[in-house]
């Protein structure tokens, strides 16, 4: 049985810095791709960061570039998604998906992806 757990959510000031994970199991870590997603209430999901299977090559969305990074520890089975230079409209549900992916687009389209986790909730105050 697959599992991807999320942790490290809370609620943090503008500016602040915050660094979520999600661990895996039940599942070969080191071929499937990693990507955040998040949802704030009332609006779709939408791609945050991807990550491939060996870590080299990652993407980021425009909204996020040059403040979140993603990166995956494979001693651990866990992705990570430090969060720098917080700002309100990062507040929502952030998730942690898996999957076979591969592609600067695919890596990118939440309907590919195999497993998610429950999501572990950033909120970000003025």
């Known amino acids: 049985q697959v599992q991807l757990v999320e942790s490290g959510g809370g609620l943090v000031q503008a500016g602040d810095s915050l660094r979520v994970s999600c661990a895996a199991a039940?599942?070969?870590?080191?071929?499937?791709?990693m990507a955040w997603f998040r949802q704030a209430p009332g609006k779709e999901r939408e791609f945050v960061a991807a990550i491939n299977w060996s870590g080299g090559t990652t993407y980021h969305a425009d909204s996020v570039k040059g403040r979140f990074t993603i990166s995956r520890d494979g001693t651990k089975n866990t992705v990570y998604l430090q969060m720098n230079s917080l700002k309100p409209e990062d507040t929502a549900g952030y998730y942690c998906?898996?999957?076979?992916?591969?592609?600067?687009?695919?890596?990118?389209?939440?309907?590919?992806?195999?497993?998610w986790g429950q999501g572990t909730q950033v909120t970000v105050s003025s």
């Open positions: 998906a898996a999957g076979r992916v591969a592609g600067r687009v695919a890596l990118r389209d939440q309907y590919v992806y195999d497993y």
């Open positions: 039940g599942l070969t870590f080191s071929t499937n791709a």
